[in-house]
T-cell receptor
Framework: ETGVTQSPTHLIKTRGQQVTLRCSSQ?????VSWYQQALGQGPQFIFQ???????GRGNFPPRFSGLQFPNYSSELNVNALELDDSALYLC?????????????FGPGTRLTVL | QKEVEQNSGPLSVPEGAIASLNCTYS??????FFWYRQYSGKSPELIMS????GDKEDGRFTAQLNKASQYVSLLIRDSQPSDSATYLC????????????FGTGTQLKVEL
């Protein structure tokens, strides 16, 4: 049990639309990271939020944005969807009993852009 | 050169054999190393972490780290069909916060 949950499980959108994905952690840890995993690839770091502020960003355009709330749950927003945005989106946080160094992934949201 | 490299496989081993998965990384300030297992259609699951040179054992799994050679490996003893999955190597560098850099993964197939 990682204690990290994500919603929705699956999502289908069309090009140009906007999408919001959600993540929460039972541990209530103050840091959450988001990753994009395209088919056949390893996860790619999108950004990290620490105490409601973006604190590190990977090589993703500004149309990828996020929020972290006072309860440390988080959202990933993607505007102007493109076909290449089709991927598994993962959030990661400290586990319930894990060390600070270890990160655990939620089940992911599978986004399909048509 | 990719930051984290893995052989994509598939690596096929017979049931009961030792599976050896390898990973090399380019950044010498890499600090923490992780192995994740990912079943098809599922999210990655953390199975091992290692921070110091040498071996770390957990059940049938052994992680090996050699920072001088920039090499980390995962050994799976007594391989079972349920071990068939993609194994992802991940690295975190000093000063990189929680950012993990992943390889593309090695697909392992354990055959009966």
């Amino acid at each position: 049990e990682t204690g990290v949950t994500q919603s929705p499980t699956h999502l289908i959108k069309t090009r140009g639309q906007q999408v919001t994905l959600r993540c929460s952690s039972q541990s209530g840890h103050n840091t959450v990271s988001w990753y994009q995993q395209a088919l056949g690839q390893g996860p790619q770091f999108i950004f990290q939020y620490y105490r409601e502020e973006e604190n590190g960003r990977g090589n993703f355009p500004p149309r990828f944005s996020g929020l972290q709330f006072p309860n440390y749950s988080s959202e990933l927003n993607v505007n102007a969807l493109e076909l290449d945005d089709s991927a598994l989106y993962l959030c990661a946080s400290k586990g319930i009993d894990g060390s600070y160094n270890e990160q655990f992934f939620g089940p992911g949201t599978r986004l399909t852009v048509l | 050169q990719k930051e984290v490299e893995q052989n994509s496989g598939p690596l096929s081993v017979p049931e009961g054999a030792i599976a050896s998965l390898n990973c090399t990384y380019s950044d010498r300030v890499s600090q923490s190393f992780f192995w994740y297992r990912q079943y098809s259609g599922k999210s990655p699951e953390l199975i091992m972490s290692i921070y110091s040179n040498g071996d770390k054992e957990d059940g049938r799994f052994t992680a090996q780290l050699n920072k001088a050679s920039q090499y980390v490996s995962l050994l799976i003893r007594d391989s079972q069909p349920s071990d068939s999955a993609t194994y992802l190597c991940a690295v975190r560098i000093t000063g990189g916060g929680n950012k993990l850099t992943f390889g593309t993964g090695t697909q392992l197939k354990v055959e009966l």
